[in-house]
């Protein structure tokens, strides 16, 4: 079984300062990882995801996370926020292997950003 | 290239009634996902298809849900006699078979409510 944990459910900062969302996992056999933005009323968009490879995984609108397996964390990172990047941030993880790729997502963290 | 499908955008049904969400995955996709968007959680596993066929359905509650994904025509998830706690958006995703990026893709999403 899998599951994952978004540490603060709003995070607040000023536009150019950095974006951290903080995502940490737990899974029997090594995830897959995803990062989804959702606007208000829309659909999920998919900003990111680490399978295999490169630990440092860079993503749409200057997004990027990091797998570390040691600390079975994915966090989120934007060097400097905009505006446009108010929205709620999901993270997510479905497991490798076998052929069932169901997301287990965490409860999600709200970005605003003050001008 | 037409993303994912859903309709209705919004739907309202009085306890008591059915509701039918439906889905069009993106051409070529052959798996859909359904998820359960409840206020303040994030989304959670309903129901994994394949043309003809359910997968895992072990998201889905035992009374009143059904899915389904005829070899013709969009995904179906049907709720029979719904309640007030069964407002939620409900996100249908689509992925490619076997062998491809493990991504999911989100369609917009139907937002149920129950008065």
């Known amino acids: 079984a899998q599951s994952v944990t978004q540490l603060g459910s709003h995070v607040s900062v000023s536009e150019g300062a950095l974006v951290l969302l903080r995502c940490n996992y737990s899974s029997s056999v090594p995830p897959y990882l995803f990062w989804y933005v959702q606007y208000p009323n829309q659909g999920l968009q998919l900003l990111l995801k680490?399978?295999?490879?490169?630990?440092l995984v860079k993503g749409i609108n200057g997004f990027e996370a990091e797998f570390k397996k040691s600390e079975t964390s994915f966090h989120l990172t934007k060097p400097s926020a905009h505006m446009s990047d108010a929205a709620e941030y999901f993270c997510?993880?479905?497991?490798?292997?076998?052929?069932?790729?169901?997301?287990?997502f965490g409860k999600g963290t709200l970005l605003t950003v003050n001008p | 290239n037409a993303g994912v499908m859903q309709n209705p955008r919004h739907l309202v049904r009085r306890r008591g009634q059915e509701a039918r969400l439906r889905c069009s995955p993106m051409?070529?996709?052959?798996?859909v996902y359904w998820y359960r968007q409840l206020p303040e959680e994030g989304l959670k596993f309903m129901v994994y298809l394949q043309k003809e066929n359910i997968i895992d359905e072990s998201g889905m509650p035992k009374e009143r849900f059904s899915a389904e994904f005829p070899k013709e025509g969009p995904s179906i998830l049907r709720i029979q006699q719904v309640v007030r706690g069964d407002s939620a958006a409900y996100f249908c995703a689509s992925s490619p078979g076997s062998g491809g990026t493990y991504e999911q893709y989100f369609g917009p999403g139907t937002r149920l409510t129950v008065t």
């Open positions: 997510a993880v479905s497991l490798s292997g076998g052929s069932n790729y169901k997301l287990t």
């Open positions: 680490y399978t295999t490879g490169a630990t």
């Open positions: 051409k070529g996709h052959s798996h």
